[in-house]
């Protein structure tokens, strides 16, 4: 099987950064693809970037020229950087991985349950 484990996230105030990290461990596949979605209650869950085995990555509107999603292969270790927060960014962030789908394919099915492995997810609090 397949663990996703978040860390980063916490407060900040508009116009900060954040960094959030997901390392995977368990069972790994050559064509992984890992991005993340968040999660407000009440609202419906959004997909936020994704990255593929070969590098290419993929952005919500909400994202681009402000969010920029990263890994590290030797470690398993993903990364989403977030700059210039706004107090909508204000959410539970999640870490998911699956195989054989690209970037630009996984961005409108990373939020899915059926998608793949899922993150217990980092609270991210913008002010």
């Known amino acids: 099987d397949v663990q996703l484990v978040e860390s980063g996230g916490g407060s900040v105030q508009a116009g900060g950064s954040l960094r959030h990290s997901c390392e995977a461990s368990g069972r790994t596949y050559m064509k992984w693809c890992m991005g993340w979605f968040r999660q407000v209650p009440g609202k419906e869950r959004e997909g936020i970037a994704t990255?593929?085995?070969?590098?290419?990555?993929n952005y919500a509107d909400s994202a681009k020229g402000r969010f920029t999603i990263s890994k590290d292969s030797a470690k398993n270790i993903l990364y989403l950087q977030m700059d210039h927060l706004e107090p909508e960014d204000t959410a539970l962030y999640r870490c998911a991985a699956s195989w054989d789908v690209t970037a630009a394919a996984a961005l409108g099915r990373i939020a899915d349950p059926a998608f793949g492995y899922w993150g217990e997810g980092t609270q991210v609090t913008v002010s």
């Open positions: 990255i593929d085995w070969s590098g290419n990555t």
